[in-house]
């Protein structure tokens, strides 16, 4: 009678085999989910364009969650090799927000460029293809002067970090960061008109529209006129207000003839020069004035302000607190004359890359002008626009941004090689000799 030597346990082969193949790929799928949670897919929305003259463009959008967020631009048609970042990256540690405001600088005039959203390293587009603006032509800037303001909460707290969108009617649309503080400036001159595509005169009272988005998807709207927005009343986020005064109504601007002149008597802007070119990264400004006259100093493009006042010699000066970067600025001054009448200048300079030397008066670089397709539609009743906003983005799949693929089988060959390496190794615990 033949010894049998050897004895297989199928069923429980089989049955250990198929535990380890789900074990192996539970553990698999679970551990993929951890390492890409950060690589989750978040949407952006609320896209939209703004601050477009003949140079810059700013791009602003909403996500559900804190994200890394920047754009990446170029020439229509060409590839997309600029890029650029939140507008308080450099002034902060935090890089996550919900509420992204982006501004691309030194684009060329009368030039068209096209852009993505970048979140998590993922591209958007709009619907399919790049988003796109169009930048102005080089002209004198307007001589409006700013608005300002404050954004607060329902509970009296600041909206920092909020946005601030202001057209003027049958204007360009604007955009601006609420600051920590919930104040907030937005310079009006580098407001293009849609019609003649020059910068908005300043030589009628205009209705200013206001829409303010908080991080959390919160709103508010404001009218108000430019006579009354330097500063205009505090806008509580949740809420509409009105702040047009009776002079002015919702339709229409009433013209209150030379009451806002470029320049008074008494008040003038004597540093920079127009077009002048700077080394310094904080120039000095000054000017002329009344004794004791209040004199507001606005410096763009990231804006800085201050308020100062004119010495017993006439004299007022006043050094920016944060460095400039190399490119185009304007500085506007605005005060009131002795007489009550709103003064204010403004003017262009460049401040020049470290080591540049000035040869001669500098002609001033591009700034750039929204399109119509970069205006802002915030209601039918408020503002208006000749083109519908930008439509919901989705993901780009035609600038070489990879689509993962489904990793299962991937999963279940590796759990299958598992199983056999198992019986590799340890035949004991699956075979059993009998002598």
Do not use: C
């Not at 969108?165 to 601006?176: D, K, P, V």
């Not at 919160?218 to 009354?228: E, F, S």
């Not at 035609?398 to 390496?421: D, F, H, K």
């Amino acid at each position: 009678m033949l010894e049998q030597k050897r004895r297989v346990p199928t069923i429980l082969g089989l049955v250990v085999l198929l535990f380890g193949i789900g074990g192996g790929i539970f553990f698999a799928e679970y551990s993929l989910n951890i390492f890409n949670q950060d690589k989750e897919i978040i949407e952006p929305s609320n896209v939209r364009v703004s601050n477009v003259t003949d140079s810059l463009a700013s791009v602003s959008w909403l996500t559900d969650t804190a994200t890394v967020g920047y754009i990446k631009y170029g020439f229509e048609g060409k590839s997309l090799d600029e890029l650029a970042y939140d507008d308080r990256a450099e002034d902060s540690d935090l890089d996550k927000y919900t509420l992204h405001h982006v501004t691309a600088r030194g684009l060329q005039p009368e030039s068209k460029y096209q852009f993505v959203v970048v979140i998590n390293e993922k591209e958007y587009n709009n619907q399919g293809k790049p988003y796109g603006f169009e930048t102005f032509s080089v002209a004198k800037i307007g001589q409006l002067g700013p608005a300002t303001g404050e954004v607060k909460l329902a509970n009296g707290d600041s909206a920092a970090g909020s946005i601030i969108y202001s057209q003027l009617n049958g204007a360009t649309l604007l955009s601006t960061l609420v600051n920590p503080d919930g104040s907030w400036v937005q310079p009006l001159n580098i407001s293009y008109d849609l019609e003649s595509k020059l910068p908005v005169a300043n030589v009628e009272t205009r209705i200013l529209n206001i829409y303010v988005l908080a991080p959390n998807g919160n709103k508010a709207q404001a009218l108000i006129d430019t006579d009354h927005d330097f500063p205009a009343p505090a806008i509580v986020i949740g809420q509409r207000h009105d702040f047009l005064s009776s002079k002015t109504s919702s339709t229409d601007a009433v013209v209150l003839g030379d009451t806002d002149v470029a320049s008074g008597l008494d008040f003038t802007l004597l540093q920079p020069v127009d077009n002048q070119a700077l080394n310094s990264t904080r120039p000095l400004i000054r000017g002329k004035g009344e004794p004791g006259q209040k004199v507001t100093v606005i410096v763009e493009s990231k804006p800085q302000a201050a308020v100062v006042t004119v010495d017993d010699r006439g004299n007022w000066q006043w050094t920016p607190f944060r460095d400039l970067m190399p490119g185009l600025h304007t500085v506007t001054v605005k005060s009131v004359s002795a007489e009550g009448k709103n003064v204010s200048e403004a003017r262009r300079f460049i401040v020049l890359k470290s080591g540049s030397q000035v040869l001669a008066e500098s002609t001033p670089s591009a700034s750039l002008t929204p399109s119509p397709t970069g205006v802002l539609s915030i209601t039918p009743t408020i503002i208006t626009s000749p083109t519908p906003i930008f439509s919901s983005p989705t993901p780009a799949t035609t600038s070489g941004t990879p689509i993962s693929g489904n990793i299962s089988y991937v999963v279940l060959l590796l759990g299958i090689g598992l199983g056999l390496a198992l019986l590799g190794f340890f035949p004991k615990m699956f075979f059993r000799q009998v002598e």
